[in-house]
């Protein structure tokens, strides 16, 4: 059974930085890219950042210079480090990994207030 678990979401202030992890499980081809989603309340999910296999990145103009991901391929987790938060950067983040098969987490919120 494939288990995506998503953590490192909360409250913070404007400025601020939290860290968010998703580790997969029961995932038995190898994972190609991973990357992180955002969705925010009445909006669509909008791409954060994506990483491959290589370590090549990719990320939304929004949050470049700002948001860092990395991944650890034998642990089969992706991290995203997000820095100078802004409200703005609220919503429910997913992490998405691609084997033969896409999968989806479950989402963790990040609320940063003003």
């Known amino acids: 059974q494939v288990q995506l678990v998503e953590s490192g979401g909360g409250l913070v202030q404007s400025g601020g930085s939290l860290t968010l992890s998703c580790a997969a499980s029961g995932i038995r081809f190898s994972i190609n890219a991973m990357g992180w989603y955002r969705q925010a309340p009445g909006k669509q999910r909008d791409l954060v950042a994506t990483?491959?296999?290589?370590?090549?990145?990719n990320y939304a103009d929004s949050v470049k210079g700002r948001f860092t991901i990395s991944r650890d391929n034998a642990k089969k987790t992706v991290y995203l480090q997000m820095n100078s938060l802004k409200p703005e950067d609220t919503a429910v983040y997913y992490c998405?990994?691609?084997?033969?098969?896409?999968?989806w987490g479950r989402g963790t919120q990040v609320t940063v207030s003003s």
């Open positions: 990483i491959t296999r290589a370590g090549d990145t």
């Open positions: 998405k990994v691609n084997t033969i098969t896409t999968y």
